[in-house]
């Protein structure tokens, strides 16, 4: 007997009178220390399908039909109180963002308290305070934090994302489940802190002898954590299967094309952009950032957010500008557009320094900027005709040539004309960066600052702007400053990288040459925590030793 | 308390006294533009230019104006405001007589706002969009909307007429008036005597001024906590907290509530400004006999030191109860207060 079977479950959602339906005959298995992989893109159910089983649906939510079997016994049929005391004592969560699972303003321990001691009183157990502690103690060893009284004792504000994320595995720990179910774990972190928690994970399935459904949409993350695989999309299976037929043979378009959107790291795949020979376009010399807090009482507090950074961008060039969170990538994008000042060193473009030029910051025509979340760079209130309107006051264009620019900017990025009219709500998430692409490309700007602009779409979606940007750069003669996090994707898409590790450019080189023969720690480890989808990929990465690692990235268990 | 806490009210207090500085000069000037001479308001009409030009020495009306301000200021830093035009007594003396009455409304009024504003916000976000939550928000609106002199007319006439042996007017009753305590409160002046009798007939006239005046605050504390509960039920911590079978009550009135009382706690520093100018109107309306009254009262006769003593005396007030405030929230909140100054 399988340990949890949904059988044919078919649900829907209804907010003001209309009704979505949002799983339509789900079917999964998971045995008794099995691990199985849920995975598909935005919207496809998976986080669903979990709120059904441990039964966290909203309110509007509905089960059609279908059954959920839990050793057996039919979910559905129980009463709330029975659920209520399978969820966090036989089945628990780790959730997906380690930066909002906590409120701000109780301290780690009593969230864990607060856990515990309903989770006893549901299941009938006593306990007392002291025996609590300690069993939070305990478990919060198990997930590798060394101090479990300080981290007791923190706000969450207190603690790094990767502590935080381990107290979330530990708050599912607890009670010692049958079944773990991890909604994306560590998607929310650095690729160097998600290699961890992955592995963390692992550790304890294994130890504890955990079945473990895996959501995600990260196939890396399925190679390296799940047995067996079921594919979702809008709200179907469309194919299930062990791993290894799912990634060698997989039998639909879908899988296939979910696959293929992944861009490899190492292997055949692995496309070498040109390297361009022109002569330098952009060029930082020795530029340092340092910002500095205020203090009355006590000495005032210094960052330096980019030491002594030195690089140049050829004309026709994709630069990649890589590193973790806070390794101060955007601030030098934000340099070299002037929106901000370089506390010292140069930044020329075309030999002009930056400071000659009007108003001490790039001409419009010069460079544009392409943000990260096109759901927030959009105004929601303004159609797509409004939004591209700015720039094109500003581009010295008659006004009635608008509305043709306009057409011809949509079509440069691939949407139709009539989505003039659209507002960002009526788009997909990549309609809307095409159109936050289109409208950066309104002043006819011969640099493009793209920053992480695809890092919060879909992979298949990601493919295809990609593709959008390699196309416009050949178009229209474009030299892009790429900034991300993603290796596997930069690999790809630049002609040239550079790797920087808290604010210090640590090394620089054609991709090929970067990740054939790494020359600094940091790289090697970047490198290595990619969760990568063959086993060919996974030996081809650099090896890096614990101390190298110890001494260059941040440690989650501290 | 950590020094990132003790620099982020340092900053408070410099500012507040900052406004404060702002506030004596403007009050300042304005009490010299208005037409009419001190002098003149102090000894009437029939007075001869001689005793005139005497008082205006005395009063040091002569001096040019910078010099007078930095005197009233030094004046008033030491709470010596000079002598009432009216009725020739130290100003700063008058008011500390009637202070406490007005600090006893003000503070009661608070409380119920709070006692009120708070639980009921929580119940309209917890039963949002239903008859109940529909209801409240009209009678919030109606709170929010309405002079609270209105409020304190219907509610001395609603007593006179259904609870006829309720006090509607003054603090206390004729036959208490011979007491008198160390705070010049007098709930708490009846307690520390002993005199329960005292508490109570205090607590029964101030009921209807303190209910009256706080009906704006109820509404709109209201409604900023049941903003407030129903943005934080949306975040993940919430979630995280019911996946694991923690009961809803505990996650709304243990974890929702404290989250989001910061909202309402920074609105009550800011009500405090509209409580004192309100408390003016009210004071008379129930003949309480407090400082808001005197200061209406001073305003009517052109009793400029009284006025430039109520204003500054009141900006205080508020200056105060916002510094208050900014503690409190810093001990709700860690993030404030260990938050690096950036």
């Known amino acids: ?558 | 308390m950590t020094s990132g806490f003790a620099e982020f009210l340092l900053r408070r207090i410099v500012g507040f006294a900052g406004v404060l500085l702002v506030l004596a000069l403007m009050i300042f000037i304005l009490a010299r533009v208005v037409p009419g001479d001190p002098a003149r308001i102090a000894l009437g009409p029939t007075a001869s230019a001689e005793q005139l030009a005497e008082l205006r020495e005395e009063m040091g009306l002569d001096d040019p104006l910078p010099l007078q301000f930095v005197n009233f200021l030094g004046g008033a830093i030491r709470g010596d405001f000079g002598n009432s035009l009216i009725s020739g007594r130290p100003v700063a003396e008058e008011i500390a007589g009637l202070l406490p009455a007005t600090l006893e409304l003000v503070l009661a009024t608070l409380i119920i706002m709070l006692a009120l504003g708070l639980p009921l916000g929580i119940l309209a976000a917890r039963y949002r969009n239903s008859w109940f939550d529909a209801v409240l928000r009209i009678v919030s609106l109606a709170g929010v909307t309405m002079p609270s002199f209105l409020f304190a007319i219907l509610l001395q006439l609603g007593a006179a007429y259904y609870l006829t042996d309720w006090p509607i007017l003054g603090r206390m009753s004729r036959e208490f008036s011979d007491f008198s305590g160390a705070t010049g409160l007098l709930i708490i002046d009846g307690l520390l005597a002993g005199r329960l009798d005292i508490t109570l007939d205090a607590l029964r006239h101030l009921a209807f001024p303190a209910l009256a005046l706080s009906m704006s605050g109820i509404g709109q504390i209201m409604r900023i906590t049941r903003s407030a509960m129903i943005e934080h039920q949306r975040r993940d911590h919430v979630q995280t907290l019911r996946s694991f079978g923690v009961p809803g009550r505990i996650v709304t009135f243990r974890y929702l509530l404290k989250l989001s009382a910061i909202a309402p706690l920074t609105i009550m520093g800011l009500e405090f400004a509209s409580l004192i100018g309100n408390a003016f109107v009210v004071e008379m309306v129930f003949s309480w006999g407090g400082f808001a009254s005197a200061g209406l009262e001073a305003v009517m006769q052109k009793d400029l030191n009284a006025v430039m003593a109520v204003v500054l005396v009141s900006g205080c007030f508020f200056v105060v109860a916002n510094l208050l405030i900014d503690i409190l929230i810093g001990l709700i909140d860690p993030r404030l207060r260990m938050k690096e100054a950036r």
């Open chain 1, 1 to 558: 007997m399988d340990l949890l079977e949904i059988r044919n479950l078919d649900l829907s959602f209804t907010s003001y009178k209309q009704t979505a339906h949002v799983l339509k005959d789900v079917s999964l298995k998971i045995a008794e220390g099995q691990r199985v992989a849920l995975i598909g893109e935005t919207g496809s159910g998976k986080s669903v399908t979990s709120k059904a089983v441990l039964n966290t649906l909203p309110g509007n939510a509905s089960v059609d039909a279908g059954q959920i079997l839990w050793r057996g016994e039919n979910l559905l049929d129980k009463t709330e109180g029975q659920r209520e005391a399978l969820k966090g004592i036989e089945m628990s969560v780790v959730m997906q963002d380690p930066l909002s699972s906590f409120n701000p303003v109780f301290t780690i321990g009593r969230h864990l308290e607060d856990v515990l001691y309903w989770a006893d009183r549901r299941s009938g157990r006593k306990s007392t305070s002291k025996d609590r502690r300690e069993r939070i103690a305990q478990t919060l060893l198990k997930v590798q934090l060394a101090d479990p009284e300080r981290v007791m004792r923190a706000y969450p504000s207190q603690l790094s994302g990767g502590m935080r994320q381990r107290v979330l595995i530990a708050l599912a720990l607890m009670n010692k489940p049958a079944l773990l179910i991890a909604d994306e774990p560590g998607t929310a972190l650095d690729v160097t802190t998600q290699d961890e928690i992955l592995r963390l994970i692992n550790e304890l399935v294994a130890e504890e002898g955990l079945s473990l459904l895996m959501i995600t949409h990260n196939l890396g993350v399925v190679r390296m954590t799940a047995d067996y695989v079921y594919v979702m999309r809008k709200g179907e299976i469309v194919e299930h299967g062990p791993l290894n037929q799912i990634f060698d043979n997989p039998q639909t378009d879908y899988a296939r094309e979910l696959i293929g959107a992944i861009p490899p790291l190492y292997g055949e795949g692995v496309k070498d952009q040109p390297a361009s020979s022109e002569p330098p376009m952009l060029q930082l010399e020795n530029v340092t950032k340092t910002f500095t807090a205020k203090h009355i009482l006590r000495p005032d507090h210094v960052t330096r957010a980019v030491q002594d950074v030195s690089l140049d961008i050829r004309k026709g060039e994709i630069f990649g500008l890589a590193g973790e969170s806070g390794s101060g990538k955007t601030t030098v994008a934000r340099m070299l557009m002037g929106i901000m000042q370089a506390s010292s060193g140069r930044i020329t473009i075309d030999g002009v320094p930056l400071e000659a030029m009007q108003g001490g910051r790039v001409d419009r025509a010069l460079a544009q900027i392409v943000y990260q979340n096109p759901g927030t760079s959009l105004n929601p209130k303004r159609t797509v005709a409004q939004t591209l309107s700015v720039p094109l006051n500003f581009s010295g264009l008659e006004k009635r040539a608008h509305s043709h620019r306009m057409e011809e900017l949509l079509e440069l990025v691939g949407l139709p004309r009539h989505y003039q009219a659209r507002y960002p709500h009526e788009l997909s998430g990549g309609q809307k960066q095409r159109v936050a692409i289109a409208r950066a490309l309104a002043a006819n700007p011969r640099l493009l600052v793209l920053d992480e602009p695809t890092s919060a779409l879909d992979v298949s979606v990601q493919k295809r702007v990609i593709k959008l940007l390699e196309d416009l750069r050949g178009e229209l003669g474009l030299t892009y400053l790429f900034i991300s996090h993603d290796l596997s994707l930069m690999r790809n898409f630049c002609s040239r990288i550079a790797i920087m590790l808290r604010g210090e450019l640590v090394e620089q080189g054609t991709p090929r040459e970067v990740f054939a023969d790494p020359q600094h720690p940091y790289t090697r480890a970047l490198i290595a925590a990619i969760p990568v989808i063959t086993d060919a990929e996974e030996a081809a990465k650099p090896l890096v030793t614990p101390e190298e690692k110890q001494r260059f990235l941040v440690s989650s268990a501290a």
